[in-house]
């Protein structure tokens, strides 16, 4: 695991002005200001994945299109529980049915079910792709990796924010000629929420286990950047002078 700490962005405000005597009655407590928004990341490698996996079929009703997508589906379902550990998740993303045409005039119908399977050992990613192909499965669209991780990681990195931010404060300090007093307020935010990485090429079709010996893929995802940004105002105390 890589710890990364980086500076996003860096503001200052320093109210020097006497404030006049309706501001001073309105906000007595008003301060010099500094503020810093400070962002920390971390990476972490993946230990979770989801695989998206479709079947589609075509017949000249749309009820015998969704009959024969409903066997294909059930047999890859079942293929597909044989590779997976108890604690994985197998669950319908989308299912329709719609019509077909050829060059513009209708041409029978077909139906499409994406199966979601949630793998917690992302080592089985290669067996329930053969496993679903196996079974009839016509596509496997998206592979998707996450870390269980995440949650406490980010929080990590929000710890990582604001020691960057409180550095960024102290050195505007310095430069402005004073130093860093109470921190007056803070704020969070992760930049793009939940992390996770997703191989969007991931389209194999037409194969199986049996045709010429079918092997399935090595797939190897990079590590994860989890970040979080913290935004911070510090007091401004001017050195004083002899």
């Known amino acids: 695991m890589r710890l990364l700490v980086g500076s996003l962005a860096v503001c200052a ?14 906000r007595p407590d008003a301060v010099p200001e500094i503020n810093t928004t400070g962002r920390g990341e971390i990476r972490v490698t993946p230990d979770r994945a989801t695989v998206l996996i479709s ?18 589906t059930n047999a ?9 550990a108890s ?5 319908t993303q989308s299912f329709s049915v719609t019509p077909d045409y050829d ?22 990613i290669g067996a329930v792709i053969d496993a679903s192909l196996a079974a009839g499965a016509t596509q496997v669209s998206q592979v998707q990796f996450t870390s269980s991780q995440a949650a406490d990681t980010r929080r990590r990195a929000m710890k990582l ?3 960057e931010a409180r550095l960024d404060a102290e050195a505007l300090a310095e430069a402005g000629g004073g130093t860093v007093g109470r921190l007056l ?18 389209v194999v079709t037409g194969l199986t286990s049996s045709s010429g010996g079918y092997v399935p ?4 995802p990079d590590d994860l950047t989890i970040s979080a940004i913290a935004m911070t105002r510090w007091e401004f105390i001017p050195r004083k002078t002899p």
């Open 87 to 91: 604690g994985d998740a197998i669950t």
């Open 185 to 202: 307020s803070i704020g969070s935010s992760s930049s793009g929420g939940v992390a996770y990485a997703r191989l969007e090429s991931v």
């Open 76 to 84: 890859t379902i079942k293929s597909v529980k044989a590779v997976t």
């Open 103 to 124: 060059k513009g005039k209708p041409k029978g119908f077909g139906a499409r079910n994406t199966i979601r399977v949630e793998l917690h050992d992302i080592s089985r």
């Open 161 to 163: 924010a604001v020691a």
């Open 13 to 26: 405000t320093f109210f020097a002005a006497s404030p006049s005597p309706a501001q001073t009655q309105s």
């Open 55 to 72: 079947v589609e079929t075509h017949a000249s009703s749309a009820a015998d299109a969704s009959s024969s997508n409903s066997q294909i």
């Open 217 to 220: 893929p090595p797939i190897m």
